[in-house]
């Protein structure tokens, strides 16, 4: 209503005026054949301000201004006035862009020579200039109506010439065709240098040409734009907004607003490329079981043209209105900038492992402490570490899983009484997984609720009972662990250690029979040591190295100290069974790869491995990110080493189920024992036995007495194990008998009883150089 009245108002005035305007500028051509400011029709009508204070009062009473005070019509013409709206700049009455400072030669230019200038005090009271807008085309005539271009020629001498050189000035500020054609975005380049923009507009450009484009490839792109624009005249603008942009450029990594700019783009194509590796899976995997080449093919039409084009076409509309706002970049901005400036450009996002299928870092992180992270039901996470992340499984890890799985004989699978096929089960379930699990190794974790929801109660209960029995604890040894039920002070801890003994007075010491009691009455003294140091430093915090030396050596590393040809190898020594699983595919051109550093390895003498150990400085709770991925590289060493002692006994069924490998998690001064076996089947079952911890006060020691026990029970199933493989492959043999394997010897191989297939395959890590 406002704008309204100010419009019928300004309309009031110019008739009122128009008369005397015309007589004016008739008398000034007259006189002078030049037409004067003074008598020329000015578009915006200046009005000091302290002029329209001392006339506040004043009011018309013709109706001109009906009856409304100066101030209150200046208050409503002014409210569509830039200065109003919160722009103060000058430039909104030029032909100039934004961000820009007009030069002298500009302002002479765009400048309407025909307006008078007006001082910081003034107040316009007419409606801004619209960009881009022809001052002398759409001039007021004297009687109100617009003039065309013929006609102001003629009323106003010099125009023509005024504008001939307007337009040469503009099309000198632009680049020239012969330099647009060695561009390759000719389009942004194509336009006023002023309005280029920065390095975030130059990307925003980008990805709404290639969605699918990554950082240092924008970059590359600008840099060799730059390259060409720099071969301009010194004196032109695009050559001196081009050397502004090269620093620019080179900067750019500390920028925080061009990082948050990539780290939302590379989020987005992250998420859209586990969908559409999800979707891959569900068909692909069909296509397997089926061997229907029909549907594979339909699934790389779909997936390559009809998929991508969709998920692509949302991906734009996303990235532009997540990259219009946060590109203005404040002081703040340019302050948080300098926390990632020594940052590397990997921690926002992966590079892709093909073009295809794009790799993420499950922590993205920007400055404001937003975070984008993978999250999945299964118990293995990301990893606290910065060397363990969680990926995305690539096309060739899902390929090399479904031969695997193709590799295995019907007959030999493993079919529960309800008639549900185990092996079947898990490739179902780990073909439409998005990241690694121990399904894809093949690997059942009865302790995982998630794989117990794949099957029904009675399914469960029956994988459950399959499980080798676990061995129980020597009388002898319990006995002696039984002398220190009653303890509850260190006192009573030295006086039990004093008045008696694991074996009797007259009795002689027979290693066989008396090493384990004797190895617990020493792990008993040490903790007496500790418990009464007042510096109490089992409370404390320590690394690593300080548990392997002060705690578990001492428990754990000393009780296999009876177990011939069987050592405790820490720190610093790669698993064999990993390597030998890394090289089984190795060609002469290739270079052997390591196995995977283990904390701990019971390996014999003569490098055979029957179980290893991870250790974690604390213990948060039995789910936290570092215990599960510590798990899961535990249940795959495992397997590795059950699959290995599978070819040491020959693939004899018999003999394969009775073996056991052993795990062992230390994570501050809890332990837990881990232990895998094969009860059916291509199926490995992983148990994990109960928590223990050693304790902090001597009040708990019971605590102690049975991780105690658990670790004797450890020792007993590594022990059983090397019987295993060291059982004679068949009874004795008659003359005869042995006579016909010397003659049938090598000329043809023995059919396997049951094939273990290898642990999951994980992708190298690139070098960073």
Known sequence: KQLVKAVKNRLSIASENSELR??????????????????????????????????????????????????????????????????????????????????????????????????????????????????????????????????????????????????????????????????????????????????????????????????????????????????????????????????SLEDCDRNQSNISLWTQHMNKLAELAVNNRVDMRNIEGAAFTTGSTVVKKHFEIKTANLLRRERLSKLRETTKDAVNNPFLVSNETKNKSNKVADQDESEFYAEPESQDFISISEDLRSDNGSEYTLSFPFPHNISDTDDEKLKPLSPSQLKHFAKSYAKMSQSLKWVLSSGTCVEDVLFRKGNRLPVESSFHSWIIDLGDWETEKLFTAEDWHEIKRAACIQPKVDEYLARSLARFRSVRTTADLRKVLETTSYRNEDELYNRDRHFDAEWVENVMRHFLTEYEDPDEALKRGHLEGWFDANVW?????????????????????????????????????????????????????????????????????????????????????????????????????????????????????????????????????????????????????????????????????????????????????????????????????????????????????????
């Open 22 to 247: 015309s007589r004016n500028s008739k008398e000034d051509v007259e006189n002078t054949g030049m037409a004067t400011p003074s008598s020329i029709p000015k578009r915006n009508k200046v009005v000091p301000v302290e002029d329209e204070w001392e006339n506040d009062s004043e009011a018309s009473e013709d109706g001109s201004r009906s009856g409304r005070s100066r101030r209150d019509h200046l208050t409503n013409l002014g409210s569509k006035h830039p200065a109003v709206n919160g722009t103060t700049s000058r430039q909104q009455h030029l032909h100039l862009p934004m961000k820009t400072s007009p030069s002298p030669d500009e302002i002479e230019l765009h400048l309407n020579p025909f307006v008078a200038d007006y001082s910081h005090k003034a107040v316009i009271v007419d409606a801004p200039v619209k960009s881009g807008f022809n001052y002398f085309a759409e001039a007021p005539s004297s009687d109100g109506i617009t003039s065309s271009d013929t006609d102001v020629s003629e009323r106003y001498p010099g125009h023509a010439e005024l504008q001939a050189k307007r337009k040469l000035a503009l099309i000198e500020e632009h680049v020239p065709s012969e330099i647009l054609m060695h561009l390759r975005f000719p389009s942004f380049w194509d336009r006023d240098p002023s309005q280029w923009g920065g390095i975030c507009d130059w990307d925003i450009f980008f990805i709404n040409q290639i969605p699918e484009a990554k950082k240092h490839y924008a970059h590359h792109s600008l840099a060799g734009e730059l390259k060409i624009l720099l071969q301009l005249p010194r004196s032109s603008p695009a050559y001196q907004r081009a050397s502004l942009l090269r620093p």
């Open 553 to 769: 050596a001492v428990i754990v590393d000393r009780a296999f100290r009876n177990v011939s040809g069987l050592e405790v190898v820490r720190k610093e020594s790669a698993s064999k069974a990993v390597s030998t699983r890394k090289n089984r595919e190795r060609a002469r051109k290739d270079k052997t790869k390591i196995g995977r550093r283990l904390d701990g390895i019971f390996r014999t003498y003569n490098n055979v491995e029957y179980g290893s150990i991870e250790v974690a400085k604390t213990f948060i709770h039995v789910n936290s990110t570092k215990r599960l991925t510590d798990g899961l590289k535990l249940g795959k060493t495992m397997h590795d080493m059950l699959v290995c002692l599978n070819q040491l006994v020959k693939f004899d069924a018999k003999k394969v189920r009775r073996l056991q490998v052993v795990g062992l998690l230390h994570s501050g001064l809890k332990l837990q024992v881990c232990r895998m076996t094969n009860p059916k089947g291509y199926v490995s079952l992983l148990v994990r036995d109960e928590l223990h911890e050693v304790p902090l006060n001597v009040e708990e020691l019971k605590s102690l007495i049975m991780l105690l026990a658990s670790v004797w029970k450890a020792k007993k199933m590594v022990t059983e194990c090397i019987e295993v493989v060291k059982e004679k492959e068949s009874p004795d043999l008659t003359e005869e008998e042995f006579m016909q394997e010397i003659i049938e010897s090598g000329t043809m191989s023995l059919p396997h009883s049951i094939d273990l297939p290898w642990s999951f395959d994980t992708p190298d890590k690139k070098r960073r150089r």
